[in-house]
């Protein structure tokens, strides 16, 4: 059972022995922080006259080409997002990779396991 | 072959086993489905439903909103589905309420069953875009008043049925330290019990272990009791139709025996079906479980408590927001209240995240009302006119934006005369109407940045319509400006309300229509 159990999960547990425990959610961070920072500048926008009448005006001029460009920024500005985001994990992953040795060398028997199967041998 | 299914003999059977209950053996059926509730959103349905396809929750999630909003009655099968599906637990709820065990979650399922009777999908439509809608129009204060109570009563059941989730949560963890792997109730004992629950079903009796003298006999048993003698001799004596009749009764013993037999290995067949697929469903629960376990461990996610808390900022600050800026106007307060609701859902997903913590349900509340924040300030600040829009004339000022389309304007005399509001139009691309009734003067301020001023006459008394294009006055940066005044007074007499419009658009031409009249 114990053995069926860890095999029929995905492979992440057996494959990432560095992260036993949990990790900083960067993905939720630099999210955060983006729609955050995007809801401060709407408020802004909303509640300063200048940036309204601003708002008004950038309106009355909308073309088709200004429609495609400001499509084309909020994509951007997604991926862009997520590449952060892809990029913090990775220096996590590296910087957890450094912190860990390698498997074999380990003296520590139990940090050899992989995660999951001190509670299947548990139950 | 269908002698065995309509022979009347009495079969004692066996020892009469625990015969599941007509409830028990529905439960059974659905345990057999394989779909057990893991940790989702609210029941972990959706999560549940992904996990037997093998495909990812948000796809069932979306797909279930999506259905949800057309009108389909997703959020009643949602609620039947956790009422009825078995948690990691192996425990039904339905089937724990039976046996007189409550369990908290209740609450929150029977909440959820009250929702959905609710007609939720034209309620979500209206709530989501009663911001755009409500909010501009002329009587949007009444709006103003209905916007806050129903975030209010939206984020209260929200909270209600997380508040119940996390009561649930915390008695099981409590409480049940036994329950997880731990077989399902209704698991049957040993095989021995396996009983011919249904002897009637349709045993279909392989001759292959059964003596030709007993399938001959299989006719004589079935068949009215004086047929076999015939059979059997041509002179019925008392000692032979006695040694008949034990033959007989031996005879049916050992055909007895054989159908109990058939019966039973029949029922044994489908227990053991039934058994492979409980086998099965439990397999999966038990490697889901250990798969929640591990993601629980390596990547947990916010309590149900803290997204409460970072909720109820949310709706604090949104609603002091909103009660600040009600002077504003009503969208951008309401554009608002939504914004900074969704900065402290923001700020609390990257606080989650320093903790360690995933944001799911955070992070899809604070994008939805992000979105829907940025889009109700949009509307709020630009105004915008529908494609056709229609204006008239009052005593107050009137100051509209449209990006596109056309408009009528209505200009139509005061009752006790005077000035009218100033009408400010400002527009993007398309034609504007002008209609002018008697008893008003018109003074026309406009700015094209390509377009004519073009004016005709419909004199009272019928006749030809005068018609005429106006010459720009001057030209500006932003293209040609015309000051043109039009008295359009009654028989004669100088009109008594004047009407001051002023005019900015950017493509498009202005067709002035002046009706006369004589009385």
Known sequence: MSGQSTDTMDAAPAAVGAEDGPRTRWAGIVWGLGLGAVGVLALKAVLTPQWRAAIVDWTLQVTPLTVVSSVLLVLGGLLLVTGLVGVARRAQRAVAGRRTPVPVMAEDGSSLLPVGADDETGR | MTDATSTPLADPGPPPPRTPSREAGFFTWVRGLGIVRTRGWLGGVCAGIAARIGIDPLIVRGIFVVTALLGFPALLLYVIGWALLPGLDGRILVQELGRGRFDPTMIAVGILALVSFLPV????????????????????????????????????????????????????????????????????????????????????????????????????????????????????????????????????????????????????????????????????????????????????????????????????????????????????????????????????????????????????????????????GYLGVVQPGSWSMSLSTSAVPQSQVQAFGSTDISVVPLEHGGTAGVVDLRKGSGDTQILVQGGTRVALDATLGDGTVVYEVEPAAGGDVHSSRLQPTRRSADGDVYRWTYDNGIGGAAAKTLVPLQITQAHGDIYVVIMEEDR
């Open chain 2, 121 to 376: 999908a034209s309620w979500a439509w209206s709530v989501l875009f009663w911001p755009v809608t409500g909010a501009l129009s002329p009587t949007g204060v009444v709006g103003a008043i209905g916007f806050v109570p129903a975030l209010v009563l939206g984020l209260g059941v929200v909270a209600l049925v997380l508040w119940a989730i996390s009561r649930s949560h915390r008695s099981s963890s409590s409480g049940g330290a036994s329950a997880p792997g731990s077989p399902s109730a209704a698991a049957p004992g040993a095989t021995a019990d396996l009983a011919s629950a249904n002897p009637a079903a349709s045993a279909a009796p392989g001759p292959a272990d059964a003596s030709g003298a007993s399938m001959a006999g299989a006719d004589a048993a079935a068949a009215p009791f004086g047929t076999a003698p015939a059979a059997a001799s041509d002179i019925p004596s008392p000692a032979s139709v006695d040694e008949w009749r034990s033959q007989h009764e031996q005879w049916r013993t050992q055909h007895d025996a054989w159908r109990r037999q058939q019966a039973d290995a029949d029922a044994a067949a489908r227990e053991q079906a039934r058994r492979e697929r409980e086998e099965q469903g439990r397999a999966f629960a038990a490697a889901a479980q250990a798969k929640a376990e591990w993601r629980r461990r390596t990547r947990p996610r916010t309590s149900a408590l803290y997204v409460l808390g970072v909720l109820g900022a949310g709706l604090v600050g949104g609603a002091v927001t909103a009660l600040s800026a009600a002077h504003v106007g009503v969208a951008i307060a309401c554009a608002s209240a939504l914004l900074v609701c969704a900065i402290v859902g923001a700020a609390g997903m990257a606080v989650a995240g320093i903790l360690h913590r995933r944001s799911g349900f955070l992070a899809f509340t604070t994008s939805a009302l992000l979105a829907i924040g940025l889009m109700v």
